[in-house]
């Protein structure tokens, strides 16, 4: 049978097309060589939530949704009126609490010396009072002897025992203004717990006025923004999202059966779905000692009895190498699906 030139000529472009489809297809799904090949694998980097730490209304929003942020640029500023009074009564408290240390330290003083001046007249009024002692006992002979009346012993044991009584009364104040002291001065260190008490709530209304302007917590970029100027916001609150730019790597679940080539300093080569025209390369940095199934939110339990054996899955951390261009890891976003082959 001849064949005519049209029909040749389809032959060859179909031959053709069949070619170079199974060309694709081979180069899509088979990987020769010494390389484990998985297109279940995404970019990652670190989502750091942003919160409230106070309650208040929202007074300005410095930022935009998607737009790079330095760490320590503010972000949010929340009214700060309140925080600003407690501000001002806690420091009010606190100068009360060192006022009234002042004072109590005053009346130590105070009964402290009445202690000196109590004790003086106690060896004056003891001196008298032996003195007295010393009469009695000499108008004690010399009544036995009537060489004096019973008028002068009289006197006499009077003189003494009113200065007996004037030197117990001496030493029981004494004892009293002891005591006043004694409770001075455990007013003082009731008084330095207020102190410290007042300084404490002092301090933490100053951190809470602080934590009215919030600020990033580290270099990256915002997030979707979904708060609103006015908006009263609740202390643990997400207030917003920052992608942090310092760090990003590559999460890639191999099958369990892709493992025994797999280990730490593996290089790989990494492509984007996003960026096709580049290869980046990275290194095998760990290996997850937990299928991604067992770290799941409702992990499976075959204890039921319906088994079935599915091929589980390990998570790989890769890192990209420091030879990469910075222009294209500029490029990556957290959550781009890649393909990564680990060589061995």
Not at 84 to 102: F, P, W
Request: glycine content about 4%.
């Amino acid at each position: 049978m001849k064949l005519n030139t049209k029909t040749i000529i389809s032959y060859v472009l179909s031959f053709a097309v069949i070619a170079l489809a199974l060309f694709f297809i081979g180069k899509k799904f088979i990987h020769p060589g010494n390389v484990e090949f998985t297109d279940n694998a995404q970019v990652r980097q670190q989502i750091v939530p942003v919160h409230s730490r106070v309650q208040g209304y929202i007074r300005e929003i410095r930022f935009k949704e998607y737009e790079p942020v330095k760490k320590g640029d503010t972000l949010v500023i929340i009214d700060d009126a309140d925080m600003r009074l407690r501000v001002a009564q806690a420091r009010a408290d606190y100068a009360n609490a060192i006022a009234g240390k002042e004072v109590a330290d005053h009346g130590v003083n105070v009964a402290s010396a009445n202690v000196s001046v109590s004790e003086a007249s106690i060896a004056e009024a003891k001196v008298v009072m032996e003195l007295a002692a010393t009469d009695l006992d000499r108008y004690t002979k010399l009544l036995q002897k009537d060489a004096v009346t019973r008028q002068q012993y009289d006197a006499a044991k009077t003189d003494y025992e009113a200065k007996k009584a004037r030197y117990e009364t001496l030493e029981r104040q004494r004892s009293a203004t002891s005591t006043v002291v004694s409770q001075s001065r455990q007013r003082i260190a009731q008084t330095e717990a207020g102190i410290q008490l007042a300084a404490a709530a002092l301090e933490t209304a100053e951190l809470n006025l602080s934590y009215c302007v919030i600020l990033a917590p580290c270099d990256g970029y915002t997030s979707r923004k979904e708060i609103q100027t006015g908006q009263l916001v609740q202390p643990g609150q997400i207030l917003l999202d920052i992608v942090d730019s310092a760090e990003v790597w590559i999460t890639a679940n191999y099958k369990e059966t892709q493992l025994k080539h797999i280990e730490p300093g593996y290089k790989a080569e990494i492509k984007v779905d996003a960026i096709p025209d580049v290869i980046f390369h990275g290194e095998v940095k760990s290996v997850s000692t937990a299928t991604g199934a067992s770290l799941s939110l409702l992990p499976q339990d075959n204890s039921a009895g319906n088994f079935v054996k599915v091929r589980q899955r390990i998570p790989v951390r890769i890192e990209f190498s420091k030879n990469n261009d910075p222009a294209d890891m500029a490029r990556l976003r957290a959550g781009m699906n890649v393909e990564c082959e680990v060589k061995y």
